[in-house]
């Protein structure tokens, strides 16, 4: 159980272009999703939390109107990364969990994207 | 300032011997914490979670400690397998409602050794 299915898994676009990454969970309603943001070698950092049907909530330093995230239902959010540059080129991963705030997050397998 | 640290970036054990990896944090606001296991290409899976309220749980052979006193965690395999083979992360959260987040570590990574 709890399968969290993220796609595309790899991305090359031209710069300039807007790239959509979806988050869906298979088995189980995530009330919150969270997307993440790995460079090398370094953690994950979290870009923003999203709860169903509310905005989401973003971390100091991310652009709000440069990834934006749509948690419309309770299997799936969307990261759309707009007008991409080489410099948003990273591994994109998101994660959902369950109901209660102490319930696991799950992820998915992450998304490389690469801007030309 | 990283809240969570692991400081061993690499661990090679022998297959059948127990592994340990440590994590560190510094925030005493911190009341739960989690191990994840990531293979390359691809997302982290969730191993193994404690609460503040206890200072050991198990899951099979996978055991965390944590010491709040000292603010260390661990997490020990026994016994290890090649296919334990991967990065180990500890990450740790505090109450925030449904906004509670994970602050992660570096990571360990771990190579049991046939």
């Known amino acids: 159980g709890a399968v969290v299915s993220q796609h595309p898994s790899r991305v090359i676009c031209k710069s300039g272009t807007s790239v959509k990454i979806e988050c869906r969970s298979l088995d189980f309603q995530a009330t919150t999703m969270f997307w993440y943001r790995q460079f090398p070698k370094q953690s994950l950092m979290l870009m923003a939390t999203?709860?169903?049907?509310?905005?989401?909530?973003?971390e100091q330093g991310v652009e709000k109107d440069k990834f934006l995230i749509n948690h419309a239902s309770l299997t799936l959010s969307t990261l759309t990364v707009t007008s991409a540059h080489p410099e948003d080129s990273s591994f994109y991963i998101c994660s959902a969990r369950a109901g209660h705030s102490n319930q696991p997050q799950h992820f998915g397998d992450g998304t490389r994207l690469s801007i030309l | 300032d990283q809240q969570v640290k692991q400081n061993s970036p690499s661990l090679s054990v022998q297959e059948g011997r127990i592994s340990i990896l440590n994590c560190d944090y510094t925030?005493?606001?911190?009341?739960?914490f989690l191990w994840y296991k990531k293979y390359p290409a691809e997302g982290p899976t969730f191993l193994i979670s404690i609460s503040s309220i206890k200072d050991k749980n198990e899951d099979g052979r996978f055991t965390v400690f944590l010491n709040k006193s000292a603010k260390h965690l661990s997490l020990h395999i026994v016994p290890s397998q090649p296919g334990d083979s991967a990065v180990y992360f500890c990450a740790a959260s505090a109450e925030a409602g449904n906004n509670r987040k994970l602050i992660w570590g570096l990571g360990t990574s771990l190579a049991v050794n046939p």
């Open positions: 999203s709860n169903e049907g509310s905005k989401a909530t973003y």
């Open positions: 925030n005493s606001m911190f009341d739960y």
